[in-house]
Each structure stands twice: as C-alpha cells, then as structure tokens.
C-alpha cells in the first residue's frame, strides 16, 4: 500500500484545514487508517483512526474540532480540521494497517511521506 498525503498549508489560528490521504491498492476498504502528527523537537502523536468499520477515534487534544472520514469508492481518507490553534502546526502523516489498530505508531505498517500544517496565531 503506498499512501499520498495532501491538503497541508498555513492557516491563522480558528481556521479550517482538510488533509486528504490517497492510497493504492484493492483492499482500502479493510484498512484502518490514521492521522498522526509531529512537531519539531517532538515524538510522533496519534491524532485520529477511522476503522474499517468506520467506527473512529481521536486524541484527546483534536476532541470535537478534528473530524477523520473515508471514501472507499476514492481509496481516500480525510482528515477535516476546524478551530485549529497553533499549536496544532506539524507536519501530519497518514498511515494504514491491515489489522486492527489504535492509536500507537507501531499498530500501522504503511505510512505516507507527510504534510505540513502551520497554524499562525
């Protein structure tokens, strides 16, 4: 599975911002998928994971203002983010797993190559 992350820009503070994340392959539907991010000097941290069954869940921090969604008929996953805050700027990674995953970097086997998201207050 090779995935592509797009959609990453700057955007001021209580803005909008949707990520998408194109991957190959017949077998999309059966993944999950997730949204990590990183900021500089910092460790990668999940942010959000829509299960093949489309059951979803995020980190306590995107709560209510992060919104994860698939498209299985455009093997996409979407990442809609609303009332973003500086401190939401990092670069943002999709990544897949055939099994199921949560919310740890090492339930997910591909990953994309990252977008980068800047929130100026």
């Known amino acids: 599975v090779q995935l592509q992350a797009s959609g990453g820009g700057l955007v001021q503070a209580g803005g909008s911002l949707t990520l998408s994340c194109a991957a190959s392959g017949r077998t999309f539907s059966s993944y999950f998928m997730g949204w990590f991010r990183q900021a500089p000097g910092k460790e990668r941290e999940f942010v959000a994971r829509i299960s093949r069954y489309t059951t979803t869940l995020y980190a306590d921090s995107v709560k209510g203002r992060f919104t994860i969604s698939r498209d299985n008929a455009r093997n996409t996953v979407y990442l809609q983010m609303n009332s973003l805050k500086p401190e939401d700027t990092a670069v943002y990674y999709c990544?897949?797993?055939?099994?199921?995953?949560?919310?740890?970097?090492?339930?997910?086997?591909?990953w994309g190559q990252g977008t980068l998201v800047t929130v100026s207050s």
């Open positions: 990544a897949a797993s055939p099994n199921r995953a949560v919310s740890s970097i090492y339930d997910y086997e591909y």
